[in-house]
């Protein structure tokens, strides 16, 4: 059985190329983090080796080693906490490919984060792809498609993920994790349509008071002097220099956050995402005026795609900084 929700187009057509025998040699996931895309990949490796009468059934042994990890014909690879994914990364897959499955029917590999393909990387999986070998997959994940090679994702078929509608989230939340109407709203709100971030911070509370901790942070900024705010541009550049990802996730919440000002400023509270903090956003807001809201908002657009440029990340924070309003502000979240 699929565990990927609110995807059913895709599934349709997956299930479609499994009774057919049409299965591609190559898909593309495309999507934000968290909206399913892994959830998927494993599923389809194990409906690709499934020994159960309907695909993928999740109890036989392949499908349960798959999900542990321990087939030997299903292969994951990503960024984890590199900058990019290397040309040694990718030959060894190659190798890979080149045997018969081990214990399956299908080799499978998972290429996650795939739009952080080195040039050198991207070329060898080029050539994979052109010339494949038999009874092998590969599934390629990304959240940003346009960093891909053109040559590459036109020898894959396509698989769009989109959000999952607010309602749909907060229905399941609610009706199948019997989380509280209040709760349930704050989870389907900064998720944004991304079940598996919703779920993901459910399970860990970790995820919550990390994000209050970055709230603190970009919060305290408004009153603090150059010094300060270029301290923390230089290290969140090191985060970038070492977890892109965790980086990126920084800019999102400010974005959430300065995207909230903006409304609260244009009295459309009913549609902030941070709505735990919308005491501290009122009082934010009241001290900042619509354009400065509005300029600044654009520049952290502006920074986020010139970040997935591959920009020297310090200057890009530092400039930021020096365009960010100073407001002496009391904030209490």
Not at 54 to 63: D, F, H, N
């Amino acid at each position: 059985m699929w565990q990927v929700i609110g995807q059913d187009k895709i599934l349709s057509l997956l299930d479609y190329s499994l009774k057919t025998n049409a299965i591609a040699h190559a898909y593309l996931l495309v999507g934000p983090r968290h909206v399913g895309k892994g959830t998927l990949a494993i599923n389809l490796a194990q409906a690709l080796n499934c020994d159960g009468p309907e695909l993928p059934c999740g109890q036989c042994r392949s499908c349960q080693r798959i999900l542990e990890g321990k087939h030997a014909d299903v292969t994951p690879i990503g960024l984890d906490s590199k900058t990019e994914i290397g040309i040694d990364d990718i030959r060894g897959l190659q190798r890979l490919a080149n045997l018969p499955p081990y214990e399956g029917k299908c080799k499978v590999f998972i290429i996650d984060d795939a739009e952080y393909l080195s040039t050198e990387a991207a070329n060898s999986l080029l050539k994979i792809l052109e010339e494949p070998p038999q009874r092998v997959v590969w599934l390629l994940l990304a959240a940003e498609e346009k960093h891909l090679l053109p040559t590459i994702i036109s020898r894959c078929q396509r698989l769009e993920l989109k959000p999952v509608p607010s309602e749909q989230v907060q229905e399941i939340l609610v009706n199948s994790y019997n989380l509280d109407a209040d709760r349930a709203k704050l989870l389907t709100q900064l998720c944004h349509g991304r079940l598996g971030w919703a779920l993901s911070a459910l399970a860990n509370d970790d995820i919550l008071e990390q994000r209050s901790q970055r709230i603190a942070r970009l919060v305290s900024l408004l009153a603090a002097g150059l010094e300060q705010r270029f301290a923390y541009a230089q290290e969140l550049a090191s985060q970038f220099s070492q977890n892109r990802r965790a980086g990126a996730e920084i800019i999102e919440i400010w974005l959430d956050w300065w995207r909230d000002l903006m409304l609260i400023k244009g009295g459309c509270n009913v549609a902030i995402i941070n709505v735990d903090y919308e005491v501290a956003l009122e009082e934010q807001a009241r001290g900042l005026s619509l354009s400065e809201i509005k300029g600044f908002l654009a520049n952290l657009c502006l920074l986020q795609e010139e970040i997935s440029k591959n920009v020297n990340p310090r200057l890009a924070l530092e400039w930021l900084m020096l365009n960010l309003p100073r407001k002496k502000l009391s904030i209490k979240s």
